[in-house]
């Protein structure tokens, strides 16, 4: 069974501070990995994936997140954060012909000026 | 304008009582899914189906149903024999998942259900 760890519930940081969200994962084939935002009260939107190719993926608003097969992590990372990136974060995983996205229980980044 | 529409955006409903979260998407694609959200616990799935008049249990289904009549609707019933209906439910759709290839999962904006 597939499973995501996200070690940290909150984490508070000073506007234009780097921060690093992390999640772990469980899974005894091939994943497909992707790191979704939540906003209060709205849906989920899908801020990068990882599905093959390079391990490094981006975002258009400045998030990255690596793919690091031996530690099974795919941690989300910001040089410099803003206000309006205060919003609650979410890894997820999945493989080739699985239907279920399986989620991590969510971080929630709380950005301060 | 492509999209998830799920309607209402906040139920109240008496304990005992049925209710149905409906969920709609013109966005051509075959697979459905319904999630449970709680604070703390992430999305829980509840039920999906890969096409229409099909569908399979996820992992909390009991004391829900659904029905898959229409490529474009899913529309999730809470029955009263869910013991703690009170929460945020998310649909979600996707092109169809094939071998060798993954599709993104869309997601609705959500209807948050209180049972009073």
């Known amino acids: 069974a597939q499973s995501v760890t996200q070690l940290d519930s909150q984490v508070p940081v000073f506007e234009e501070a780097p921060v690093e969200l992390r999640c772990n994962y469980s899974s005894s084939v091939s994943v497909y990995l992707f790191w979704y935002v939540q906003y209060p009260n709205q849906g989920l939107q899908l801020l990068l994936k990882y599905l093959s190719g390079s391990t490094l993926v981006e975002s258009i608003n400045g998030f990255e997140a690596e793919f690091n097969k031996s530690q099974t992590s795919f941690h989300l990372r910001k040089p410099s954060v803003h206000i309006s990136d205060t919003a609650e974060y979410f890894c997820?995983?999945?493989?080739?012909?699985?239907?279920?996205?399986?989620f991590g229980t969510g971080t929630r980044l709380l950005v301060s000026p | 304008d492509g999209g998830i529409t799920q309607s209402p955006k906040y139920l109240f409903r008496k304990e005992g009582q049925n209710v149905t979260l409906s969920c709609e998407q013109n966005l051509n694609h075959d697979a459905m899914y319904w999630y449970r959200q709680d604070p703390g616990q992430g999305l829980r799935l509840i039920y999906y189906s890969q096409i229409v008049n099909d569908f399979q249990k996820g992992d909390i289904a009991e004391g829900y149903s659904v029905s898959r009549e229409k490529k474009e609707s899913f529309p999730l019933t809470v029955t009263s024999a869910q013991k703690n209906p009170t929460a945020f439910y998310l649909c979600a759709s996707s092109g169809q998942t094939g071998a060798i290839s993954y599709n993104e999962q869309f997601f609705g904006p959500g209807t948050r259900l209180t049972v009073l």
């Open positions: 997820a995983v999945t493989s080739t012909g699985f239907q279920k996205l399986v």
